[in-house]
């Protein structure tokens, strides 16, 4: 599978749209506050039920019910953080953090 720079340069397009709007990109939001992936998994938030992983493999998470009170599929493999949801999530994370609840801890 190969995925030109159109697909990039559209899903970029996207991003910037829906950042402008006040949606947080998943990656983004990770990066921005010292979080990686695995937390969401721990916390149940996505998961990945695939039985083995391919080269194709291109987007592998999946947002579980609980996680979709703070994320949203998008088009583009994208994942957002609902805007109203943003703190809610941070404060859930901080928590869990600080409980100890997180094996990726620092």
Known sequence: MSLGPEFFDTRDAMIR?????GDIELEHYL????VVVDDLYEL????????FITTADYFVHEITPE??????????QL?????HRV???TALLSSAK??????NQD
């Open 79 to 83: 994942i957002f953080v609902k805007r």
């Open 17 to 21: 749209k829906r950042e402008a709007e």
């Open 67 to 76: 996680g979709r009170h703070f994320l949203k599929s998008a088009a583009y």
């Open 98 to 103: 600080a409980n100890g609840d997180l094996t």
């Open 31 to 34: 990066e921005d506050r010292g």
């Open 44 to 51: 149940s938030l996505l998961r990945d039920d695939r039985d």
């Open 87 to 89: 703190a809610d999530l």
